[in-house]
């Protein structure tokens, strides 16, 4: 149980241009999702709480234009990189949690290139 | 402002032996504690965890242990395995401003369990 899927798992894309990853849970509702990025040999930071029906909670820092979270579903949160800089280049990961809890699960994560 | 830390980048272990990963963090807020396992380009996937009104949760080979009057917890792993090799991430759960609970990360220990 507690699986996340998270789609593309590799991504190129050109500067300026936009991209979407989705998160979905699988086999569980999840009242609440979490995005994270993740740059070489640093530790998981949080770009964005999210919880369903509601607009996302940004972390101090993350511009809520430029990274664009819909949350419309118990199972299917989407990020929308809007015109990606080579600097957006990371690897990003989401989560989802059901309930209150503090766990959460993870998904694969999606490396994004921007060229 | 690193609040939870893990000072240890990488720990070698024999096969067999005792894996301690050691984890200290700084806000005594927080409330609960997890530990994740990550491998290269792949999501956290959840280990175990513990409230912070306990002192000890066990869970197979697993054991993590909570010094609150220190501030400081560790996972034990015995008997360490060579599947074991990851990048073991600690976090501590907290409630943010949007009353959202989040999690916050220590930067990882990668550990290198050898047959």
Same mark, same amino acid.
């Given at each position: 149980g507690a699986v996340v899927s998270q789609h593309p798992s590799r991504v190129i894309c050109k500067s300026g241009t936009s991209v979407k990853i989705e998160c979905r849970s699988l086999d569980f509702q999840a009242t609440t999702m979490f995005w994270y990025r993740q740059f070489p040999k640093q530790s998981l930071m949080l770009m964005a709480t999210s919880n369903e029906g509601s607009k996302a909670t940004y972390e101090q820092g993350v511009e809520k234009d430029k990274f664009l979270i819909n949350h419309a579903s118990l199972t299917l949160s989407t990020l929308t990189v809007t015109s990606a800089h080579p600097e957006d280049s990371s690897f990003y990961i989401c989560s989802a949690r059901g309930g209150t809890g503090s766990e959460q699960y993870f998904g694969p994560g999606t490396r994004l290139t921007v060229t | 402002d690193q609040q939870v830390k893990q000072n240890s980048p990488s720990l070698s272990v024999q096969e067999g032996r005792i894996s301690i990963l050691n984890c200290d963090y700084t806000n005594s807020m927080f409330d609960y504690f997890l530990w994740y396992k990550k491998y290269p380009a792949e999501g956290p996937t959840f280990l175990i965890s513990i409230s912070s009104i306990k002192d000890k949760n066990e869970d197979g080979r697993f054991t993590v242990f909570l010094n609150k009057s220190a501030k400081h917890l560790s996972l034990h792993i015995v %008997? &360490?395995? %060579?599947?074991? &090799?990851a990048v073991y991430f600690c976090a501590a759960s907290i409630l943010n401003a949007g009353n959202n609970r989040k999690l916050i990360w220590g930067l990882g220990t990668s550990l290198a369990v050898n047959p």
């Amino acid at each position: 149980g507690a699986v996340v899927s998270q789609h593309p798992s590799r991504v190129i894309c050109k500067s300026g241009t936009s991209v979407k990853i989705e998160c979905r849970s699988l086999d569980f509702q999840a009242t609440t999702m979490f995005w994270y990025r993740q740059f070489p040999k640093q530790s998981l930071m949080l770009m964005a709480t999210s919880n369903e029906g509601s607009k996302a909670t940004y972390e101090q820092g993350v511009e809520k234009d430029k990274f664009l979270i819909n949350h419309a579903s118990l199972t299917l949160s989407t990020l929308t990189v809007t015109s990606a800089h080579p600097e957006d280049s990371s690897f990003y990961i989401c989560s989802a949690r059901g309930g209150t809890g503090s766990e959460q699960y993870f998904g694969p994560g999606t490396r994004l290139t921007v060229t | 402002d690193q609040q939870v830390k893990q000072n240890s980048p990488s720990l070698s272990v024999q096969e067999g032996r005792i894996s301690i990963l050691n984890c200290d963090y700084t806000n005594s807020m927080f409330d609960y504690f997890l530990w994740y396992k990550k491998y290269p380009a792949e999501g956290p996937t959840f280990l175990i965890s513990i409230s912070s009104i306990k002192d000890k949760n066990e869970d197979g080979r697993f054991t993590v242990f909570l010094n609150k009057s220190a501030k400081h917890l560790s996972l034990h792993i015995v %008997p &360490s395995q %060579p599947g074991d &090799s990851a990048v073991y991430f600690c976090a501590a759960s907290i409630l943010n401003a949007g009353n959202n609970r989040k999690l916050i990360w220590g930067l990882g220990t990668s550990l290198a369990v050898n047959p």
